[in-house]
């Protein structure tokens, strides 16, 4: 497989990004819409959804990516595989969560992972970091009681940001009360595998979401 070349960071405050997406006819997107359904954001080429969705065919899964060029290449990998349980949006997951998440049926979001987001490590531009405080609340209010949310990333403190940003939200609890020593999914993204081939430290978190 050749990967089209494209931006490695795009910035989500810029203006050509404002503009919400239109939610899909879901019913078109996923085979059976009663499965619980795990939300990947920052999927970038999606490649760890393509083989959750074989590995646990009975969730759905959906990732969400501000690169498009990016989303139509997963989306094509996925056709190629023949899967009915997955799907890629192409989206600023600033603008477009909420009406996404409200167009869904009831009670499905019952998982989030965001993994290894762009570090933005200047500080003037750390407002452009993926969890801030509406994305937060947004996920508190659509995830499901007992649902998860799981961080990871390999700069300690991004993953400390986002642990402490849904931390400071009271619907969310840590289920470990450290840096989860491996990851609790039976996948793993390439980043996550070419950070413990160089053994370096990668910093994880699961959050449960409060009755």
């Not at 997951?93 to 979001?109: D, R, Y």
């Amino acid at each position: 497989m050749v990967r089209v070349r494209v931006r490695q960071h795009v910035n989500p405050l810029s203006q050509a990004y404002e503009k919400p997406v239109t939610p899909p006819d879901w019913p078109q997107v996923y085979s059976d819409l009663t499965k619980p359904l795990h939300l990947d954001i920052g999927c970038a080429w999606g490649g760890f959804l393509l083989l959750m969705a074989q590995v646990v065919p009975e969730w759905n899964y959906l990732g969400l990516e501000i690169r498009e060029a990016v989303v139509n290449e997963a989306i094509a990998n996925r056709d190629r595989a023949g899967l009915d349980n997955l799907h890629y949006i192409f989206c600023n997951v600033n603008q477009s969560l909420p009406g996404l998440l409200a167009s869904l049926p009831v009670e499905t979001l019952q998982r989030v992972s965001i993994q290894f987001p762009d570090p933005w490590f200047k500080k003037r531009h750390q407002k452009r970091r993926m969890v801030q405080p509406n994305i937060v609340e947004t996920l508190a209010h659509y995830l499901t009681t007992e649902g998860e949310v799981f961080l990871q990333s390999d700069v300690e403190e991004v993953a400390r940001e986002m642990r402490d940003r849904f931390l400071a939200h009271p619907s969310f609890s840590l289920n470990y009360s450290d840096w989860l020593p491996d990851n609790p999914l039976p996948v793993s993204t390439e980043r996550e595998l070419s950070t413990l081939k160089n053994k370096a430290p990668v910093y994880r978190c699961l959050l449960v979401k409060k009755n």
